[in-house]
């Protein structure tokens, strides 16, 4: 696995012992963040806007998305109440009758409050409607629910950055919330 000099795991990586030459990554990457070395196509993680374009593309599973699943177990067993918010598109992970039993299992597992990023979602919406009715110099803004999107006008259009709405991502205001 490529590791970058700064000593943090990238949201998304190469598993090198995958990359076979092929290069489609390269291709799809939005933002040119893919770079070369040694034979091996890595994620050049100042330059990515974590998509996750690489991710889906590559035919070989070698582009992959840090895993915080020790950091969670962490969590759970310090004794602390915590809280998880899933993404309401976890039902089309878990179709049918499945979807229905993942808060109980997430109880299960130790999760002490369980809740859908939609109430999050909802409160940005709201939020973004007042900013945007209030000062219909706002009416053309770009909004940040998405934080590629966000990520995407940090690095490569700076000049832009006034005009996201001022206000956080979904995940961010339903974590607030919790």
């Not at 990023?117 to 009416?139: K, N, S």
């Not at 934080?147 to 709405?165: G, M």
């Amino acid at each position: 696995m490529f590791q970058p000099d700064n000593g943090h795991q990238p949201i998304v990586y190469t598993l090198t012992a995958n990359c076979r030459d092929c290069y489609r990554c390269v291709r799809v990457c939005p933002v040119k963040a893919i770079r070369i070395q040694d034979g091996q196509a890595y994620v050049d993680d100042a330059r990515c806007i974590q998509c996750g374009t690489c991710v889906r593309e590559c035919p070989q599973h070698a582009k992959t998305i840090r895993s915080d699943t020790e950091r969670v177990r962490d969590l759970l067993g310090s004794g602390a109440r915590v809280a998880v918010s899933i993404a309401p598109s976890f039902a089309t992970v878990f179709p049918g009758w499945k979807s229905t039993r993942i808060p109980a299992a997430l109880r299960r597992l130790g999760f002490g409050y369980v809740a859908e990023t939609a109430e999050g979602a909802r409160t940005v919406a709201q939020a973004t409607a007042a900013i945007v009715t209030a000062d219909p110099e706002h009416a053309g803004c770009i909004g940040g629910a998405c934080p590629a999107v966000v990520h995407y006008i940090e690095k490569y259009h700076p000049e832009l950055v006034d005009q996201i709405v001022p206000v956080v991502s979904p995940m961010i205001a339903h974590a607030r919330m919790l």
